[in-house]
């Protein structure tokens, strides 16, 4: 049998078909979504034959900004004015994982809250992040770790590895949990 070990797969969602009020259900129904798009395209029945688990990681993430969820800018206008409305303010990052054990069946998920302080960010580090596109792809347009934005960050409380899209611990304590 193949080594399938670290394989990628996307999951080739329709995100805006699912809709859920709270945040922490949004990211958990859409990891949930990933989970079983990419399920069923796989031969499940060869991992649960095989001696050693395979686990299967989906996650997504979301930006809560004064009370509304933010997913991926539409446009750079978009981009603008979520990156514009986090300048001397704050936002927060709502991110799950869910870890599905394919030999055993077993899922568990868990979400996680991280809010990020702002200082005044000039209007000429938006522009020159929004023409590099990168925060197109992304929940809020929330690129904390790229150098241009770095330097306006006045405060993370919560962990970092969370902002950027997995939250370390719980993942790793739902990796124990599932074998």
């Known amino acids: 049998m193949e ?9 080739d969602i329709d995100e805006k078909g699912i809709r859920k009020e709270k945040p922490e ?11 079983d798009a990419i399920l069923q395209r796989l031969p499940v029945s060869d991992y649960v034959k095989e001696a050693e688990p395979t686990l299967l990681i989906t996650s997504d993430q979301v930006v809560v900004y004064e009370g509304v969820t933010r997913e991926k800018p539409a446009n750079e ?16 990052t709502v991110g799950s ?8 069946g077993f899922r568990k998920g868990e979400w996680d809250r991280v809010e990020i ?14 023409e590099e596109g990168n925060v197109l792809h992304v929940a809020g347009g929330l690129l904390i ?3 241009l934005i770095k330097p306006y960050i006045k405060q993370v409380v ?7 899209g997995l939250p370390k611990a719980p993942t790793e304590k739902l990796i124990k949990e599932a074998v």
Do not use: C, R, W
Not at 3 to 11: E, L, W
Not at 25 to 35: G, R, T
Not at 158 to 164: H, L
């Open 3 to 11: 080594d399938k070990t670290s394989q990628f797969k996307s999951a």
């Open 25 to 35: 259900e949004l990211v958990m129904a859409l990891a949930e979504a990933k989970a």
């Open 77 to 92: 206008e978009e981009a603008h004015q979520f990156i514009k409305g986090y300048s001397g303010g704050h936002a927060a």
């Open 97 to 104: 994982v869910l870890v599905t054990n394919l030999k055993t």
């Open 117 to 130: 302080h702002f200082h005044e960010i000039p209007d000429e580090v938006i522009e020159k992040l929004i």
């Open 145 to 147: 770790e790229h150098p």
């Open 158 to 164: 919560g962990t970092i590895d969370s902002v950027m």
